[in-house]
């Protein structure tokens, strides 16, 4: 142990540089600072400090040209001159470590929970590239979550990469805490990303709470941070991930949200030079999206997965807006949470007729996937007829599917509610029983008369 953290301290003071490149300031413009005596020096990505006094700001190099570098920064510009001094820096090293479980970390592997912490001793590309994809396994096996929904009819597999998309204030946060607790994994990773400062200390403590933290990893980059920290939360998250993986054990990696790391991604690349012309984002977009997703999933070799949850914020429930349309191309798998179904009451408000998982059908048995059928079709039927239903315009005993679906409702309706520990198997078997239930309840209403819905 004592020498571990030897070799930590000793990587970290190595890391040390005594000699720094220094330019001047030439000009100051819509957020940007144009520095002189750089350009040779300086490498996209690079950080600089502009240096007022005692006091400094932190840039980074997102543009470079005959002029000299540019650097976008990170707070405000007030007391920046012409003539300032701009010593250059290069990337600080990300190490990811063991000893991260249990702590709150900045996109650059600094402690943000008032504790120190070291850095581990190999350092990590925030943007390495994924795999080779003729090497990966194939998706594993399903992993417990602790909610019906998603342990029968909607299941999530050892590196599968899905997609939750929805509004606000229809139960994503309250969804992402409950798969971070009841999900099967070694390690949970979880970026934060552009996320408000109360939330993130609430997310922490009140939502994982301790029993969480002992298996948790929290990358945080707030809403006040520069767009250039808040793209990295995701990167610096996905690497943290990749740490884990290569040592063998199971991650399940939890981005929320994607949308805020695309509109990071946005302030960048625009203050880069490049023309956000695809439906309001810059055409690297796609790349960014992709470049992220792809890293995650199978491992190869001897290891291990990692099962990604990316969260997408869609305005009005728009399926369709740029973010969410690219992200489903390279997913495994979307859950769409609805508005209305969390108005009435429901939660997960997941809505199973938008959602899929592409695990499936090979995540089940034959039994379990005819349930699984059994049940969106009984859904799918009472949708398309909801509303004669609710108005009083149809008749019990008119069409026999609609009839089963009528009766079957209420009891899919109560099972898709349920969060408990007793695993896939159990849920099945209440799924059945609630199948089941259906057809005991149209008997009833033949006998008795129609129940009112």
Same mark, same amino acid.
Request: a neutral charge; aromatic letters at 4%; proline letters at 5%.
């Given at each position: 142990m004592t020498q571990n953290v030897f070799d930590k301290m000793t990587a970290a003071v190595q890391d040390l540089r005594l000699i720094h490149k220094v330019g001047r300031v030439l000009g100051v413009s819509a957020g940007m600072v144009q520095v002189g005596g750089l350009a040779e020096a300086a490498r996209v990505g690079d950080r600089a400090q502009i240096c007022i006094g005692a006091h400094q700001i932190e840039g980074e190099v997102v543009k470079l040209d005959v002029a000299g570098a540019h650097l976008l920064v990170d707070g405000t510009l007030d007391g920046v001159s012409i003539g300032d001094r701009v010593r250059l820096d290069p990337p600080p090293k990300f190490a990811p470590d063991n000893g991260w479980i249990g702590r709150v970390i900045d996109p650059d592997g600094r402690p943000i929970d008032g504790r120190p912490l070291l850095p581990g001793t190999v350092a990590r590309h925030l943007r390495a590239a994924p795999p080779p994809p003729h090497e990966r396994r194939a998706m594993g096996a399903r992993l417990e979550t602790g909610l019906a929904v998603f342990n029968t009819l909607l299941p999530i597999v050892q590196g599968q990469r899905i997609g939750l998309f929805a509004g606000s204030g229809v139960g994503k946060s309250t969804l992402l805490a409950d798969l971070a607790r009841g999900m099967t994994?070694?390690?949970?990773?979880?970026?934060?990303?552009?996320?408000?400062?109360?939330?993130?200390? =609430? !997310?922490?403590?009140?939502?994982?709470? %301790?029993?969480?933290?002992?298996? +948790? $990893?929290?990358?945080?980059?707030?809403?006040? /941070?520069?767009?250039?920290?808040?793209?990295?939360?995701?990167?610096?998250?996905?690497?943290?991930?990749? =740490? !884990?993986?290569?040592?063998?054990?199971? %991650?399940?990696?939890?981005?929320? +949200? $994607?949308?805020?790391?695309?509109?990071?991604? /946005?302030?960048?690349?625009?203050?880069?030079?490049?023309?956000?012309?695809?439906?309001?984002?810059?055409?690297?977009?796609?790349?960014?999206?992709?470049?992220?997703?792809?890293?995650?999933?199978?491992?190869?070799?001897?290891?291990?997965?990692?099962?990604?949850?990316?969260?997408?914020?869609?305005?009005?429930?728009?399926?369709?807006?740029?973010?969410?349309?690219?992200?489903?191309?390279?997913?495994?798998?979307?859950?769409?949470?609805?508005?209305?179904?969390?108005?009435?009451?429901?939660?997960?408000?997941?809505?199973?007729?938008?959602?899929?998982?592409?695990?499936l059908p090979d995540a089940a048995s034959n039994q379990e996937n005819k349930m699984i059928a059994q049940a969106r079709a009984h859904m799918g039927t009472y949708d398309r007829a909801a509303l004669m239903i609710q108005s009083g315009l149809y008749t019990s005993g008119s069409d026999r599917n609609i009839d089963s679906a009528v009766a079957c409702q209420p009891l899919l309706e109560e099972f898709l509610t349920i969060k408990d520990s007793r695993g896939h198997l159990a849920h099945f078997a209440k799924l059945r029983q609630t199948l089941a239930g259906s057809g005991s309840r149209m008997k009833t209403e033949s006998r008795a008369g129609p129940i009112a819905i």
């Amino acid at each position: 142990m004592t020498q571990n953290v030897f070799d930590k301290m000793t990587a970290a003071v190595q890391d040390l540089r005594l000699i720094h490149k220094v330019g001047r300031v030439l000009g100051v413009s819509a957020g940007m600072v144009q520095v002189g005596g750089l350009a040779e020096a300086a490498r996209v990505g690079d950080r600089a400090q502009i240096c007022i006094g005692a006091h400094q700001i932190e840039g980074e190099v997102v543009k470079l040209d005959v002029a000299g570098a540019h650097l976008l920064v990170d707070g405000t510009l007030d007391g920046v001159s012409i003539g300032d001094r701009v010593r250059l820096d290069p990337p600080p090293k990300f190490a990811p470590d063991n000893g991260w479980i249990g702590r709150v970390i900045d996109p650059d592997g600094r402690p943000i929970d008032g504790r120190p912490l070291l850095p581990g001793t190999v350092a990590r590309h925030l943007r390495a590239a994924p795999p080779p994809p003729h090497e990966r396994r194939a998706m594993g096996a399903r992993l417990e979550t602790g909610l019906a929904v998603f342990n029968t009819l909607l299941p999530i597999v050892q590196g599968q990469r899905i997609g939750l998309f929805a509004g606000s204030g229809v139960g994503k946060s309250t969804l992402l805490a409950d798969l971070a607790r009841g999900m099967t994994a070694d390690v949970i990773v979880i970026a934060l990303v552009g996320e408000r400062g109360r939330e993130v200390r =609430h !997310f922490v403590q009140e939502i994982l709470g %301790v029993k969480g933290m002992q298996r +948790s $990893v929290v990358v945080a980059a707030t809403s006040d /941070r520069a767009p250039q920290v808040r793209r990295r939360c995701a990167w610096a998250a996905m690497a943290v991930a990749e =740490h !884990f993986r290569d040592a063998g054990q199971q %991650v399940l990696l939890i981005v929320d +949200s $994607v949308t805020r790391f695309c509109e990071a991604h /946005r302030e960048v690349a625009v203050a880069g030079g490049e023309s956000a012309n695809l439906r309001g984002y810059p055409a690297s977009t796609g790349p960014a999206i992709a470049g992220l997703c792809e890293r995650a999933g199978p491992g190869v070799g001897h290891m291990g997965d990692i099962t990604a949850v990316f969260s997408v914020l869609v305005a009005g429930s728009d399926m369709d807006e740029p973010v969410a349309d690219m992200l489903r191309g390279v997913l495994d798998g979307h859950v769409v949470l609805d508005r209305d179904i969390a108005e009435r009451g429901r939660f997960p408000a997941v809505d199973l007729l938008r959602s899929v998982s592409r695990s499936l059908p090979d995540a089940a048995s034959n039994q379990e996937n005819k349930m699984i059928a059994q049940a969106r079709a009984h859904m799918g039927t009472y949708d398309r007829a909801a509303l004669m239903i609710q108005s009083g315009l149809y008749t019990s005993g008119s069409d026999r599917n609609i009839d089963s679906a009528v009766a079957c409702q209420p009891l899919l309706e109560e099972f898709l509610t349920i969060k408990d520990s007793r695993g896939h198997l159990a849920h099945f078997a209440k799924l059945r029983q609630t199948l089941a239930g259906s057809g005991s309840r149209m008997k009833t209403e033949s006998r008795a008369g129609p129940i009112a819905i």
